[in-house]
């Protein structure tokens, strides 16, 4: 089982929808999550981050945390064509210094005009 | 610069032939990290530097790669006797080190073909 479980979609939906990006996890010590937005062929962008559970909005973009579920959310009010995108979520703090992130395989989203 | 930046952007090689990628990160960053992507796959971690401390090299996949950083400047991956599994985009990162580290901020990545 690996540690990030992530739906690799693709999923298409209308401008104007709201979109909702999940995450589940194994490793009840991770302590900070992240949502990256990866376009094709180019490196992954930081839009959210998040330490422990709760919610955060930035924008159209809110992330939300359960820890008690080991599930992460990442939504998206009035989507645009451009954030047609690739989402990673990743996470971290399970131990050491080395702040290493552990990635789900990452959610191909479509916004369709 | 603004951003981390890499070189090459692609680089097509032979197998068997060494490579070498490079990485400039955010003036000022003091960690700096190296991952693999994989097509279809996750960011695989393969190395941190953070200072002058001890690299963590633990996501290495084999003695055929290694790399280095200079201080808190430029960074290089080698990857000797390249194989055709070693094909994927490489991708650096840099943050601010300590509790920040988790907020990384990549560059586009060098993207590996071995033929």
């Known amino acids: 089982q690996k540690e990030v479980e992530q739906d690799p979609g693709p999923l298409s939906v209308p401008e104007g929808a709201i979109v909702s990006l999940n995450c589940t996890y194994s490793n009840s010590a991770f302590q900070y999550f992240m949502w990256y937005r990866q376009y094709s062929r180019k490196g992954p962008e930081l839009l959210m981050y998040t330490y422990s559970s709760g919610n955060k909005e930035d924008g159209r973009f809110t992330a939300q945390v359960d820890k008690s579920s080991k599930y992460i959310s990442l939504f998206i009010r009035d989507s645009q064509p451009s954030d047609s995108a690739t989402y990673l979520c990743?996470?971290?703090?399970?131990?050491?210094?080395?702040?290493?992130?552990?990635f789900g395989t990452g959610t191909l989203l479509a916004v369709q005009p | 610069g603004a951003g981390v930046s890499q070189s090459p952007s692609n680089k097509v090689t032979e197998k068997g032939k060494d490579v070498e990628l490079r990485c400039d990160p955010i003036s000022g960053h003091t960690a700096l990290y190296w991952y693999r992507q994989r097509l279809g796959q996750g960011l695989e971690f393969l190395i941190y530097f953070q200072g002058n401390s001890a690299p963590d090299k633990s996501g290495l996949p084999s003695d055929r790669f290694s790399a280095e950083r200079t201080g808190e400047s430029v960074s290089t991956l080698t990857i000797q006797r390249t194989q055709q599994e070693d094909s994927a985009v490489y991708l650096c990162?840099?943050?601010?080190?300590?509790?920040?580290?988790?907020?990384?901020?990549f560059g586009p990545g060098t993207r590996l073909t071995v033929l």
């Open positions: 990743a996470m971290s703090g399970y131990g050491g210094a080395t702040n290493k992130l552990i």
């Open positions: 990162a840099s943050s601010r080190g300590g509790s920040a580290g988790n907020e990384q901020f």
